[in-house]
């Protein structure tokens, strides 16, 4: 670097140069070193205070009407379901708010009998019944709550039915408190994934006291998730909520289960911007982070590999390709670009062209070449189809398409929410299209919501995009591509593929359920309404002080058993 | 040489010759200005900085867009003729360096001359016509400072397609408010002063006024506050590239690369540093030729 | 005077009329809207979401509710669930307020006296010196400076915290970094009016009678030399203490600040109201009170 400056006639500007590199110098090699008073983190692992970095703050903390991933993590410490999970395997378990479960022969009715000593929150410690979950679930599945996770809970009888307002009458809904303690399900098809779907908190409770003393049941917003207000059923209780700032739960005594809580406080910090957290994380401020930069973890691996937690997580990354065509009055640019995309010879060029290894070794965080659309991991799937990645075989489709080489082909535009991860993977992408095929690819980075706009009403040739699975089973990878399914927005349809997913829905054993799926990514594969990239890995700075916090693949993590080793620090 | 503007022959201003006197006013200005070394030397460097973005990028090796993955993100002169090294791509960073400069460059100039014009003539105009148009002039100045600014550029990119001129649109919208009050604050102030009101009396035209005495004798701050702008708009280019407006993924502007530097400044500093010595290079250059301009442009100057 | 203060604020209302309505339009033009997720929402959810937000009713019904429940104080933000626009703007404006002030101090202590002083030196290697101090902070935005000084001080050196503002010590970094940005562009706008009253016959004058240097900046010349620092800083100041988007994501601040970028991002129709009249409403006024010292300063302007 300095060969640079050396002889550099502007000497006005060297002092400054001079300054910035030097601050970077004494930053990076500060880094290490440690300063006198102890670090946050050391002093919480004498309180048990478990400092998180939370990425957003969260809309709201109502389970029934929020969608994020923060508010998930904010539910797992205060708000409990009907079953736990096994920390890594995610295997239902019995220590939430069920201690025993039963499931018919034909798999249609689910008796679950409660935990009889657990408690709401609140001064009297009310029981938590069968009742408050029949009121939780007439709440989200009612049409005025208007619940986006609604769908979630259709697997009960009738319960699409109610939710969509053609039945008025909830008791046919497939839910029923059979006495205080006991709740029974009858479900629409038998549901093999019922019990992990159950781990996802449209389907925990709430307490009707409270949601009725604050306004209606049904109402979107009210004061009841307030600080003074919230009561919940979980491990932790909400005692502070500032906007922007932090949310903090403490420990719960009355919680029934009380003794396996390690945790004396929880204090979630929704810490937007990547680069801060990571600095905060640095200091000792945070024991983890939310995320990781994509650059930050070479580095990260290289320097702090006991802190840096990656592991495979429920999700892909992929491009949408626009099946519609072009809408009336586009330009001829448009026209061309989206009547190749309708050639699938020029959809599965573009999709074996993709050197996805390039990519994922690019990323470095382990994360997996996608050839197929369910992640691997997936439970009780085994993924049978596999995009041959072949840049021959893509040109010959290319020039079989009309399309010798590239020549004649337009310009794509491939869309993407602003972001620079999903910036260097459009980067690489465009340029191995480029080099490989002679196809040129214009990028358009948007906002998060002009991005959701532009890909709803199909204003796009190829679209970047992701999916993380709701619960641990393929159908959440496979249902969403049948025909007008909200989340196609590719325009697919394949009555083939449609029928399986309903077969699928009904399937008497796990073979054939297994089969039918795979045949239905088989054809997704083929027709390649979508150009899968890699599956996604969890990424986060994880402090080694903290124990018990097993990694999962949907990066889920109750807090009971979680605890602070004091230890580490002498 | 007499201030122009206080020339007791001023009667004669609106005559042919005056076309003269006025060359003669910039020919004076560009004589103070050579007698001016840190202005030469910035200029020279600008001029410098400018052909290597316009004709650089040409002579490198590399193509701004041309990625070497395996070679990733090195330090300047570990691998190949990269001087300033590579980005995470293994992209050349002189080569994205001297590319940006093209982009923020260009930006820079055309967003600040329209800002620039808009925010003289509007603020002028204001401060010299005074009373009720003043009042609307200037609210209307106060309602533009307030639109939501984030919002104004989503709905500007959905209406519109992507195109450059939507860029300065956005930039010149802001940009010109403040450049406006300065203008008006300042000719509120001369509008008061003898030798107006003597031109007034001797009959000359509202434009004229404006444009011959006003506009004239505001350069000195105005000049100090473009030099300011030309900075701000480069960098603000960056957060509207953000939003998708502005240059387009693989392209490069040194507002961009400064913006993705920074966030890597602890991991690959060099990314940061090359863009920025380009950036203030060209901010220390552009600020001291604006002192030596403003200098040169001063009447009373000539007489220190 | 107070004629003229009462004349403003009834211009006040139909410019935040305007605005309201401009902004009011801008939301609803917007692609998206606050309830779209990467989820797909089934239409007819969407519907009843909307219908509970009144997103139903015709526009200007809606736009008519949106004003009186902003009046009223209890217009709920869509974004966070359970809180009304005035709350989250009470809770958050003071850290933005504290912020910006002691960053506003900073930058006028910074840089009025280094603008003074290359004024005075002008051209000379003190002059140099001075301004490329200032321009430190334009060279380094905040988006740099910032990150920098917590690499430095906080994650190096140990002595502050990253980020939050909870202890005194919080307020250093954050203060610096938005406060050295200011402080450039005081520093150039007072060097620039400082010139511009330096070079008149009265301080020739002055200074022929053997008065005194310092005595001559600070009681002749200043009050002039800061006339164009003056009309800068009005929408400045406004900027200022409404908050900083970068600083406060930086530092982790929970001010006011965020919410003009967030709001436009979530679509949060309400919150976008309010941070838009609220600012305005701050700007309205500071506006005004740097016409009245303006005024105060330049004897020759009157209250018209």
């Given at each position: 670097?300095?060969?640079?400056?050396?002889?550099?006639?502007?000497?006005?500007?060297?002092?400054?140069?001079?300054?910035?590199?030097?601050?970077?110098?004494?930053?990076?090699?500060?880094?290490?070193?440690?300063?006198?008073?102890?670090?946050?983190?050391?002093?919480?692992?004498?309180?048990?205070?478990?400092?998180?970095?939370?990425?957003?703050?969260?809309?709201?903390?109502?389970?029934?009407?929020?969608?994020?991933?923060?508010?998930?993590?904010?539910?797992?410490?205060?708000?409990?379901?009907?079953?736990?999970?096994?920390?890594?395997?995610?295997?239902?378990?019995?220590?939430?708010?069920?201690?025993?479960?039963?499931?018919?022969?034909?798999?249609?009715?689910?008796?679950?009998?409660?935990?009889?000593?657990?408690?709401?929150?609140?001064?009297?410690?009310?029981?938590?019944?069968?009742?408050?979950?029949?009121?939780?679930?007439?709440?989200?599945?009612?049409?005025?709550?208007?619940?986006?996770?609604?769908?979630?809970?259709?697997?009960?009888?009738?319960?699409?039915?109610?939710?969509?307002?053609?039945?008025?009458?909830?008791?046919?809904?497939?839910?029923?408190?059979?006495?205080?303690?006991?709740?029974?399900?009858?479900?629409?098809?038998?549901?093999?994934?019922?019990?992990?779907?159950?781990?996802?908190?449209?389907?925990?409770?709430?307490?009707?006291?409270?949601?009725?003393k604050h306004g209606e049941m049904t109402q979107r917003s009210s004061p009841w998730t307030r600080p003074q207000n919230f009561v919940g059923n979980g491990p932790f209780r909400l005692v502070e909520w500032k906007v922007n700032n932090r949310i903090v739960v403490e420990k719960r005594e009355d919680y029934w289960d009380a003794d396996r809580v390690k945790l004396n406080k929880v204090i979630f910090y929704p810490i937007e911007n990547l680069e801060t957290e990571q600095r905060a994380f640095h200091q000792g401020y945070i024991h983890v982070t939310y995320e990781m930069p994509a650059h930050r973890i070479r580095w990260s691996l290289e320097k702090y590999p006991e802190a840096t937690e990656i592991d495979p997580y429920l999700g892909v990354y992929y491009f949408r390709v626009n099946l519609t065509g072009s809408k009336p009055g586009a330009d001829a640019q448009r026209e061309a670009a989206r009547a190749a995309l309708k050639d699938k010879r020029v959809r599965k060029a573009l999709a074996l062209s993709v050197n996805r290894k390039a990519i994922c070794d690019f990323l470095a965080a382990g994360q997996l070449p996608a050839h197929g659309f369910v992640p691997p991991?997936?439970?009780?799937?085994?993924?049978?189809?596999?995009?041959?990645?072949?840049?021959?075989?893509?040109?010959?489709?290319?020039?079989?398409?009309?399309?010798?080489?590239?020549?004649?082909?337009?310009?794509?535009?491939?869309?993407?929410?602003?972001?620079?991860?999903?910036?260097?993977?459009?980067?690489?992408?465009?340029?191995?299209?480029?080099?490989?095929?002679?196809?040129?690819?214009?990028?358009?980075?948007?906002?998060?919501?002009?991005?959701?706009?532009?890909?709803?009403?199909?204003?796009?040739?190829?679209?970047?995009?992701?999916?993380?699975?709701?619960?641990?089973?393929?159908?959440?990878?496979?249902?969403?591509?049948?025909?007008?399914?909200?989340?196609?927005?590719?325009?697919?349809?394949?009555?083939?593929?449609?029928?399986?997913?309903?077969?699928?829905?009904?399937?008497?054993?796990?073979?054939?359920?297994?089969?039918?799926?795979?045949?239905?990514?088989?054809?997704?594969?083929?027709?390649?309404?979508?150009?899968?990239?890699?599956?996604?890995?969890?990424?986060?700075?994880?402090?080694?002080?903290?124990?018990?916090?097993?990694?999962?693949?949907?990066?889920?993590?109750?807090?009971?058993?979680?605890?602070?080793?004091?230890?580490?620090?002498? | 040489?007499?201030?122009?503007?206080?020339?007791?022959?001023?009667?004669?201003?609106?005559?042919?010759?005056?076309?003269?006197?006025?060359?003669?006013?910039?020919?004076?200005?560009?004589?103070?200005?050579?007698?001016?070394?840190?202005?030469?030397?910035?200029?020279?460097?600008?001029?410098?900085?400018?052909?290597?973005?316009?004709?650089?990028?040409?002579?490198?090796?590399?193509?701004?867009?041309?990625?070497?993955?395996?070679?990733?993100?090195?330090?300047?002169?570990?691998?190949?003729?990269?001087?300033?090294?590579?980005?995470?791509?293994?992209?050349?960073?002189?080569?994205?360096?001297?590319?940006?400069?093209?982009?923020?460059?260009?930006?820079?100039?055309?967003?600040?001359?329209?800002?620039?014009?808009?925010?003289?003539?509007?603020?002028?105009?204001?401060?010299?016509?005074?009373?009720?148009?003043?009042?609307?002039?200037?609210?209307?100045?106060?309602?533009?400072?307030?639109?939501?600014?984030?919002?104004?550029?989503?709905?500007?990119?959905?209406?519109?397609?992507?195109?450059?001129?939507?860029?300065?649109?956005?930039?010149?919208?802001?940009?010109?408010?403040?450049?406006?009050?300065?203008?008006?604050?300042?000719?509120?102030?001369?509008?008061?002063?003898?030798?107006?009101?003597?031109?007034?009396?001797?009959?000359?035209?509202?434009?004229?006024?404006?444009?011959?005495?006003?506009?004239?004798?505001?350069?000195?701050?105005?000049?100090?506050?473009?030099?300011?702008?030309?900075?701000?708009?480069?960098?603000?280019?960056?957060?509207?590239?953000?939003?998708?407006?502005?240059?387009?993924?693989?392209?490069?502007?040194?507002?961009?690369?400064?913006?993705?530097?920074?966030?890597?400044?602890?991991?690959?500093?060099?990314?940061?540093?090359?863009?920025?010595?380009?950036?203030?290079?060209?901010?220390?250059?552009?600020?001291?030729?604006?002192?030596?301009?403003?200098?040169?442009?001063?009447?009373?100057?000539?007489?220190? | 005077?107070?004629?003229?203060?009462?004349?403003?604020?009834?211009?006040?209302?139909?410019?935040?009329?305007?605005?309201?309505?401009?902004?009011?339009?801008?939301?609803?033009?917007?692609?998206?809207?606050?309830?779209?997720?990467?989820?797909?929402?089934?239409?007819?959810?969407?519907?009843?979401?909307?219908?509970?937000?009144?997103?139903?009713?015709?526009?200007?019904?809606?736009?008519?509710?949106?004003?009186?429940?902003?009046?009223?104080?209890?217009?709920?933000?869509?974004?966070?669930?359970?809180?009304?626009?005035?709350?989250?703007?009470?809770?958050?404006?003071?850290?933005?307020?504290?912020?910006?002030?002691?960053?506003?101090?900073?930058?006028?202590?910074?840089?009025?006296?280094?603008?003074?002083?290359?004024?005075?030196?002008?051209?000379?290697?003190?002059?140099?010196?001075?301004?490329?101090?200032?321009?430190?902070?334009?060279?380094?935005?905040?988006?740099?400076?910032?990150?920098?000084?917590?690499?430095?001080?906080?994650?190096?050196?140990?002595?502050?915290?990253?980020?939050?503002?909870?202890?005194?010590?919080?307020?250093?970094?954050?203060?610096?970094?938005?406060?050295?940005?200011?402080?450039?562009?005081?520093?150039?706008?007072?060097?620039?009016?400082?010139?511009?009253?330096?070079?008149?016959?009265?301080?020739?004058?002055?200074?022929?009678?053997?008065?005194?240097?310092?005595?001559?900046?600070?009681?002749?010349?200043?009050?002039?030399?800061?006339?164009?620092?003056?009309?800068?800083?009005?929408?400045?100041?406004?900027?200022?203490?409404?908050?900083?988007?970068?600083?406060?994501?930086?530092?982790?601040?929970?001010?006011?600040?965020?919410?003009?970028?967030?709001?436009?991002?979530?679509?949060?129709?309400?919150?976008?109201?309010?941070?838009?009249?609220?600012?305005?409403?701050?700007?309205?006024?500071?506006?005004?009170?740097?016409?009245?010292?303006?005024?105060?300063?330049?004897?020759?302007?009157?209250?018209?």
């Open positions: 670097m300095s060969t640079k400056t050396k002889g550099n006639p502007r000497w006005r500007v060297t002092p400054t140069q001079a300054a910035i590199r030097c601050l970077g110098w004494i930053a990076l090699l500060s880094f290490t070193s440690s300063c006198d008073r102890p670090s946050r983190v050391e002093m919480a692992a004498e309180t048990q205070t478990f400092l998180m970095g939370n990425g957003a703050e969260p809309e709201g903390l109502d389970p029934h009407i929020v969608t994020g991933v923060p508010e998930n993590r904010i539910f797992h410490s205060i708000l409990e379901g009907l079953v736990g999970i096994d920390h890594a395997t995610l295997a239902p378990t019995s220590d939430a708010g069920a201690e025993s479960w039963t499931i018919s022969q034909d798999g249609l009715v689910y008796t679950f009998q409660l935990r009889k000593n657990a408690t709401w929150s609140n001064a009297e410690r009310d029981p938590v019944t069968a009742h408050d979950y029949v009121y939780s679930y007439n709440r989200v599945l009612h049409p005025d709550t208007a619940s986006k996770y609604s769908y979630m809970l259709y697997p009960l009888k009738n319960g699409e039915a109610f939710n969509k307002g053609d039945l008025k009458d909830f008791s046919q809904v497939g839910v029923k408190a059979l006495d205080d303690f006991t709740l029974e399900f009858q479900l629409e098809s038998p549901t093999p994934y019922l019990l992990s779907m159950l781990n996802h908190y449209s389907w925990w409770p709430v307490h009707p006291p409270t949601i009725e991991g997936t439970f009780g799937y085994e993924s049978a189809s596999s995009l041959e990645e072949s840049l021959e075989k893509a040109k010959s489709l290319l020039a079989e398409a009309g399309y010798p080489n590239g020549a004649g082909i337009p310009e794509f535009h491939l869309y993407y929410n602003t972001h620079e991860d999903h910036k260097l993977v459009a980067e690489i992408v465009q340029q191995q299209w480029n080099k490989g095929l002679g196809i040129r690819v214009a990028l358009f980075n948007q906002e998060w919501k002009s991005y959701l706009n532009t890909v709803a009403n199909f204003n796009y040739d190829l679209a970047r995009a992701a999916w993380i699975g709701d619960y641990n089973d393929p159908n959440t990878f496979l249902d969403m591509w049948v025909t007008d399914g909200g989340n196609n927005q590719t325009g697919f349809s394949h009555a083939r593929y449609d029928e399986l997913i309903r077969l699928a829905a009904r399937a008497s054993s796990p073979e054939e359920r297994l089969a039918l799926f795979q045949e239905a990514e088989s054809i997704l594969m083929d027709e390649l309404p979508v150009i899968p990239i890699y599956f996604y890995v969890s990424k986060h700075m994880l402090h080694p002080s903290v124990k018990a916090r097993p990694p999962n693949i949907l990066d889920r993590h109750p807090f009971k058993d979680v605890y602070l080793d004091p230890n580490y620090f002498n | 040489m007499t201030d122009p503007v206080i020339n007791p022959s001023g009667k004669l201003l609106l005559r042919p010759e005056d076309i003269e006197q006025g060359t003669s006013l910039w020919k004076d200005a560009w004589h103070r200005l050579r007698k001016n070394r840190m202005a030469v030397a910035s200029l020279i460097i600008l001029i410098l900085i400018t052909v290597l973005s316009i004709f650089g990028p040409m002579v490198m090796p590399y193509e701004y867009q041309d990625q070497n993955q395996g070679l990733g993100a090195t330090p300047p002169l570990q691998a190949g003729a990269h001087l300033f090294g590579t980005d995470e791509l293994g992209r050349d960073l002189l080569t994205r360096t001297l590319h940006g400069g093209r982009v923020s460059l260009g930006v820079g100039l055309i967003a600040t001359l329209t800002a620039l014009i808009i925010g003289v003539t509007y603020g002028a105009v204001s401060g010299y016509l005074g009373g009720r148009t003043d009042v609307v002039m200037m609210r209307i100045v106060d309602i533009l400072y307030a639109i939501p600014f984030t919002i104004f550029v989503i709905v500007l990119m959905s209406v519109f397609d992507r195109d450059i001129k939507l860029l300065f649109l956005a930039i010149g919208a802001v940009e010109w408010l403040t450049m406006a009050r300065i203008v008006r604050a300042q000719v509120l102030s001369l509008s008061k002063q003898e030798f107006v009101e003597a031109a007034l009396s001797l009959g000359l035209h509202r434009v004229t006024i404006i444009f011959r005495y006003l506009i004239p004798n505001v350069l000195g701050p105005v000049i100090v506050y473009t030099t300011l702008t030309i900075p701000a708009v480069m960098l603000f280019e960056s957060i509207l590239s953000f939003l998708g407006l502005g240059v387009q993924a693989p392209m490069s502007s040194w507002g961009s690369l400064i913006k993705d530097g920074s966030e890597k400044m602890d991991v690959y500093p060099w990314l940061l540093l090359f863009p920025a010595m380009f950036f203030s290079a060209t901010l220390f250059c552009l600020n001291f030729l604006g002192d030596g301009l403003r200098d040169a442009l001063d009447p009373k100057s000539s007489k220190d | 005077m107070f004629k003229f203060v009462f004349y403003r604020l009834l211009q006040a209302i139909p410019v935040l009329l305007i605005l309201s309505i401009i902004t009011f339009v801008l939301c609803r033009v917007a692609p998206g809207n606050a309830f779209l997720d990467e989820r797909a929402v089934p239409p007819s959810v969407m519907k009843k979401i909307e219908e509970a937000n009144g997103l139903d009713k015709p526009l200007p019904v809606q736009y008519f509710v949106t004003m009186s429940s902003l009046l009223a104080g209890d217009l709920p933000a869509i974004k966070n669930l359970g809180r009304t626009v005035n709350e989250l703007i009470a809770e958050t404006f003071p850290y933005s307020f504290e912020l910006g002030l002691i960053a506003l101090v900073i930058a006028l202590l910074l840089g009025i006296p280094l603008g003074v002083f290359a004024a005075v030196r002008r051209n000379t290697l003190a002059d140099y010196g001075s301004m490329s101090v200032a321009m430190f902070g334009i060279c380094l935005p905040t988006f740099v400076l910032g990150p920098m000084l917590v690499l430095v001080f906080a994650v190096g050196f140990g002595w502050f915290n990253p980020l939050g503002w909870e202890e005194p010590s919080d307020r250093v970094l954050p203060c610096l970094t938005l406060g050295t940005y200011y402080a450039a562009y005081i520093a150039r706008l007072t060097r620039g009016g400082m010139l511009e009253v330096l070079n008149q016959d009265f301080v020739r004058t002055a200074r022929a009678k053997g008065v005194p240097p310092v005595t001559l900046i600070v009681r002749h010349t200043l009050k002039g030399g800061l006339l164009p620092v003056v009309s800068y800083l009005g929408p400045a100041f406004a900027r200022i203490i409404s908050g900083s988007f970068v600083i406060e994501t930086i530092f982790f601040i929970p001010g006011l600040g965020r919410f003009f970028v967030t709001s436009a991002f979530n679509r949060d129709y309400n919150m976008i109201m309010g941070t838009v009249l609220f600012y305005a409403t701050l700007l309205v006024i500071l506006n005004l009170v740097v016409d009245v010292i303006q005024v105060l300063l330049n004897p020759r302007l009157k209250f018209q």
